[in-house]
């Protein structure tokens, strides 16, 4: 009854955490945190900091940052101990308990916590710790502003719930639980804030930085990416908003997603300025980078690996399954953008052209397979050294491959009938609407399900498997030729034919870079003739031939090579002067394009635009 229900509302509201966070001294950055927790464990109440994020697959031990921690009850002083590297705990109290701590804030990714004079960003795994034994209790959070003069114009930006707070505004929000209390990013400082609805939706974009951007547009851009990825699958049910968080600094890229919003950062100057007119090469990436982390909507936050329902925080959650998380994300996130016409075809097969030679520059992709570098992402690509281009492949680049493999597959074998929006369909259904993980093996068996083809060998060899994609036969099937050429330099990244300049006819098998004014060796690839002349990474190249070379002129010296030629390489070792016998080998063909086939048959062809919507 009434009476009831009014109590049992009033126990739930005494009894929500109630989290404070405030931007304490921002010059120092430094946030205070407090928790105050209405009904301890009697036993000791227990609190633990996240080892990771979910979303990026790394263990960065988020307590690190506390650099100081205390805990009160009814205005006394309670023993707390910590008890590992991410726990404390605190000595009995028969009332109230609150937890106070000093987090240090200087890290401007999307996986940290930034606090200085010019803003305040942070995820809630680097700053709120949980109540252990209680992460179901609904928490409450108290975003305090900065004393001024600081942060006279900050506004606050978080997909978060309002309780007493105006809109953008300061003052009191709430999440649902722990696990909803860390998926809200929150962005503070002076704002350019875009709403616009996608599909009835409220949606919005909220920009820091000054950026002169051409918000219209922006607005107008990313409801047709929202739209795209909804008329795929569905909005979510429980999509009532979405928060594009952009921190657009002089220089920077990345996006981390969550239920209801995204934080992402990129340069201020790719944003299209008022007056702009096309997609620049910088605004295709950004849009991309916004698709994809809007497509984690379904793919990632909502339907996920088995292994991550739910998440353990503390340690590593080992899967196979990155690559259909990423992998499929970063094959829907461009495709979205040709499919909504937001970019021409030709546009779309540059970029597939490039993300096919990323793939192709790295010997890594025959020693590990999609499944194994999901695995061990951990330990291998979010903690690359100067051999990951020999050692590991991306569960992303060649993961989006996989994809379009699969679906090339599928629509070609099908005749159409079958693609891999329907078995995404399917997943979304099975395991995105009942909240139920994906089993290890589960994507592959839904694929043969759906298509009912005898595709087991094929994903097999996809998925497990360390051999080249059969993309060449795939895209002609589609009406599209792939070709490959040699790289013309550091710069090219693929996915256009050779400009009007001869191609090198050497290689010189290794990356360098420019540090500090010197040319380092930053990858040496495997049996490249540089790693064959005993050339290290790390080594900095002084002179060919007896003569000084740089950076900027290392290229257009080597050019000047053919295979078979023998050359002397002067490098510094550390602080050893070494010289290298250098043999010239010709250069590979590992430079992909993909243009159309202007002898493609009908139905190749219309295969291509029932694939790309145009
Ligand atoms: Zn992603």
Known sequence: ????????????????????????????HLFEMRLTVASPDPGGQEFVMPAWIPGSYMVRDYARHV???????????????????????????????????????????????????????????????????????????????????????????????????????????????????????????????????ANGIPHAIAIRGDTRV???????????????????????????????????????????EHRWSSANICSRDHLPARGDEGVSDEYRTLLGLLSHEYFHLWNVKRMKPAVFVPYDLSQENHTELLWVFEGITSYYDDLALARSGLIETDSYLELVGRTITRVLRGAGRRRQSVAESSFDAWTKFYKQDANAANAIVSYYAKGA?????????????????????????????RWGMTGEGVPEDGFQQLCAEVSGLDIDDFLDAA?????????????????????????????????KAAGDGSLPDVWLGADLASRDGRTVFTIVHNDGPAEHAGVSPGDELVALDGLRINFAAAEARTRRYKPGDRSELTVFRGDELMSLRLLGEEAPADTSYLVLDDEADESATARRSAWLGH
Not at 403 to 428: F, P, Q, Y
Request: aromatic fraction near 6%; charge should be negative; proline fraction near 4%.
């Open 401 to 429: 491959l996989v994809a379009m493999s699969i679906d090339l597959k599928l629509r070609s074998e099908t005749n159409g009938t079958v693609t891999l929006d329907d078995v995404m369909r399917a997943a979304w259904q």
């Open 214 to 256: 051409d918000m219209a547009r922006l607005c107008h851009d990313l409801q047709t990416i929202c739209e795209q990825h909804m008329s795929l699958l569905g909005a979510p049910a429980d999509l009532d908003r979405y928060l594009f968080l952009l921190n657009a600094p002089g220089a920077g890229y990345g996006g981390l």
């Open 67 to 197: 650099v100081s921690a205390r805990a009160e009850s009814d205005g006394r002083d309670v023993d707390l101990v910590k008890l590992d590297k991410s726990r404390w705990r605190a000595a009995p109290a028969d009332r109230e308990l609150t937890l106070v701590f000093e987090i240090y804030a200087h890290d401007e990714s999307v996986r940290g916590a930034h606090l200085d004079t010019t803003h305040a960003f942070f995820n809630g795994t680097c700053v709120f710790p949980a109540v252990v034994g209680q992460e179901d209790t609904e928490c409450e959070v108290e975003i305090e502003p900065p004393e001024k003069p600081v942060g006279r114009n900050w506004r606050v930006a978080t997909s978060m719930r309002r309780k007493d707070a105006e809109q953008y505004g300061f003052g009191l929000y709430h999440a649902a639980d722990y696990d909803e209390l860390i998926d809200h990013p929150v962005e503070i400082g002076e704002l350019s804030i875009g709403e616009f609805e």
């Open 463 to 495: 998925v497990h498997g360390t051999g080249e994609l059969p993309l060449e036969s795939l895209l002609a099937s589609h009406g599209i030729a792939y070709q490959l050429r040699r790289s013309s330099g550091g710069k090219d990244k693929g996915g």
């Open 1 to 28: 009854d009434a009476e009831a229900d009014r109590a049992a509302a009033a126990a739930e509201l005494m009894s929500a955490h109630r989290y404070s966070i405030r931007p304490a001294n921002p010059a120092a």
